[in-house]
């Protein structure tokens, strides 16, 4: 499915009914939107793995604009306000009142980055393994200096730093790095789930060149007053616990989960307790 708001088509799927009957009544289910990472991937880094909590929720996903299936613009286009703008003219396009958003990694960034500019459209915010700043990849760096090898290190920053040259050089730096950000790589998961997203490679070299070095919303988010989650995985490389120890001092009144056996994608290495940490926060006052 295609919204066509902010002069593109962004695609989004739904996962989970809207209502669902209660005895004699239909209970309107609350909405959790799924940002998902990258830049230059796709909502697909969340499935299966977030499916389970469309018992509860009516979780949308979306590809940002010029990711995955979304229609291809000029990357320029694709900054930080603008992004959270496309997804507060997607709510306002399915008619939906206040949301969940969960964001893990970048868009853990631009879920941060919406909840400071709409804070009066968000119900609860859910940050997975991700940053306040650009701090983030001093951090990681170090982090990486005594955890990859020697290849691995030396070709970092042909990625972060925007200087992938085609769509060969890139699968090159995946299959390189790709281990790096699991706490146990299993062959079979970590290759089905690395292949599905539908890559976007301007959109990466450009946010990595020329957006990301200005990227910092710790002032901001240190205003908020909604309620947080927090999560991280204890051997995560890219967005170290650290960042999430940051964002858990600046917001107020916030929750901070680490998982002690996940790399950057808890959701997946430790599913269960994820999901139970997930529902738990979402659950939590209502009745």
């Not at 789930?193 to 910092?216: E, W």
Request: proline share 6%.
């Amino acid at each position: 499915m295609f919204a066509a708001i902010n002069g593109t088509k962004i695609y989004f799927d739904v996962e989970g009914s809207g209502y669902i009957p209660v005895g004699p009544r239909m209970i309107k289910k609350p909405v959790l939107f799924a940002v998902h990472g990258g830049p230059g991937s796709d909502h697909s880094d969340f499935k299966p793995w977030l499916t389970p909590l469309a018992e509860d929720y009516q979780i949308v996903y979306l590809d940002q604009r010029s990711n995955g299936q979304s229609e291809r613009v000029d990357p320029a286009t694709c900054t930080y306000d603008q992004l959270a703008a496309d997804i507060e003219a997607l709510r306002n396009y399915l008619g939906l009142e206040k949301i969940s958003v969960l964001g893990h990694s970048f868009g853990g960034m631009i879920a941060q980055e919406y909840a400071t500019r709409y804070p009066d459209s968000v119900e609860k915010l859910l940050l997975i393994d991700t940053a306040p700043s650009y701090e983030f990849y001093k951090e990681a760096l170090a982090f990486a200096k005594n955890t990859a090898t020697p290849e691995q290190y030396a070709k970092i920053p042909e990625l972060f730093e925007g200087n992938i040259r085609d769509d060969e050089h890139l699968e090159e730096w995946w299959s390189v790095c790709w281990d790096l950000y699991w706490y146990e790589f299993k062959e079979e998961i970590g290759n089905d789930t690395g292949a599905r997203p539908i890559g976007s490679l301007d959109v990466c070299n450009y946010t990595f060149k020329h957006l990301m070095p200005k990227y910092d919303v710790r002032a901001a988010i240190a205003e908020l007053d909604i309620p947080t989650l927090i999560t991280v995985g204890r051997h995560d490389w890219i967005t170290p616990v650290t960042q999430a120890e940051e964002m858990h001092r600046l917001i107020k009144g916030s929750e901070l989960v680490i998982f002690e056996k996940s790399g950057h994608q808890p959701f997946i290495e430790e599913h269960a307790d994820f999901l139970h940490t997930v529902r738990t926060f979402l659950l939590a006052g209502t009745k």
